[in-house]
């Protein structure tokens, strides 16, 4: 029974996702739903990446959290269009709240939009929100154990961005050991390392982002 | 529709929690159900823990993950009676999970049961197990924003133990707006500043944590 509630669930929010695809698609825009754990560095990711390209592409952004706005509130001080969703409780974005915002939302002109969701490895994996592809990032400081307690996310993602790069020098953690098992779980998934504070690497990520989009 | 399908849910995982809750009770095992983000160090807390405090406190450890058996093999090394619930996809423990285990779980004799949970720092919150209490950490590497964006588990946690500082000095957070926003929440959380790598700050979790015990 509860197993039916949930496939239900799944099967209405990918109809929802589908909507919001044709949308998307309908206006040019390449949307990446972008996943991690709490404290990745999922704004910080956006917010490099906005300085690094938003003079040649035009970004807007969905914000995603259980309650709060400073992370809508970050991205609008770099004047990009962002909508803050507060989810309430629910620990993950789907493809109905998406709808609900973009209604709203100035599309037109836009080349990509970045969509973050909750801080959560778990279900974020599961629903669709209408997007081209999901990117993952993973803090090296969450340790070399998550690929194989978490495969989901790493299965369905098209990259992995491992971030704060800069702290492994002081962590016991074995990057090499994420590598290889991330991608025994996907063997197309593309790996960048960076760190956001530093800056390091993140120029790998921006151009193949960039490849991504037109 | 969805809203009473959650509560239906809670209600039912709460009157299995007390059941599991008069069965710890009969044995006198006092039982913590451990919370955090994934990668925060919940193992390597209940491993520097037994280390410590196992030859004065018999202790029991449940193993929440949603794949894989390495934690378990961790505590079990340390040749404390433990045993590893898969979720399959589930994000969080709940009642019925423990339930289910705890059956053929050694209870009698120990004194104090430790239950790891899912790392997500949502879920969890919202299902009781059948636990005396709730403690959540946190490492200082998923930032200084955490208790406004995921006000729950602060909220119904008794403790909070800030994991990784050794590594503060290589970040921007602000430890103590950690702390402040927190307390905010919930004015009696205990608050623990440890480094489950270096040991740092540890003896006064194991203090605290003896006098809850008897």
Redesign the interface.
């Known amino acids: 029974m509860k197993v039916k ?1 949930v496939s239900h669930i799944l099967e209405a929010n990918d109809r929802i996702a589908e909507e919001n695809r044709r949308l998307f698609d309908k206006f040019g825009v390449y949307v990446i739903n972008l996943m991690s ?4 560095g999922k704004t910080s990711l956006i917010e490099n990446t906005i300085k690094e390209i938003s003079g040649k592409i035009k970004i807007g952004v969905i914000e995603g ?4 706005s ?1 992370d809508a509130k970050r991205i609008k001080s770099l004047n990009i269009p962002v909508v803050q969703i507060n989810t309430g ?1 629910a ?1 993950h974005l789907d493809a109905n709240m998406i709808r609900e915002v973009i209604d709203g939302f100035p599309l037109k002109g836009l080349d990509l939009l970045i969509i973050e969701n ?6 974020p994996a ?1 629903f669709r929100v209408g997007e081209n592809i999901k990117v993952m990032l993973l ?1 090296i ?3 070399d ?2 690929p ?5 996310m790493f299965q369905e993602s098209s990259a992995l961005v491992l971030n ?1 790069i ?2 492994l020098p ?3 953690v074995n990057i090499e050991k994420i590598k290889k098992n991330s991608q025994a779980l996907n063997p197309k998934l593309k790996i960048f390392e960076v760190s956001c ?1 530093t800056g390091e690497g993140l120029n790998k990520w921006i151009k193949w982002l960039q490849s991504l989009i037109k």
């Open positions: 509630v754990a709490p404290g990745a959290d259980i309650a709060g400073d409780g620990c909750v801080g959560n490895l778990v279900c599961e803090s400081t969450e340790g154990d998550k194989l307690k978490y495969p989901l704060k800069d702290l002081y962590t016991n504070r």
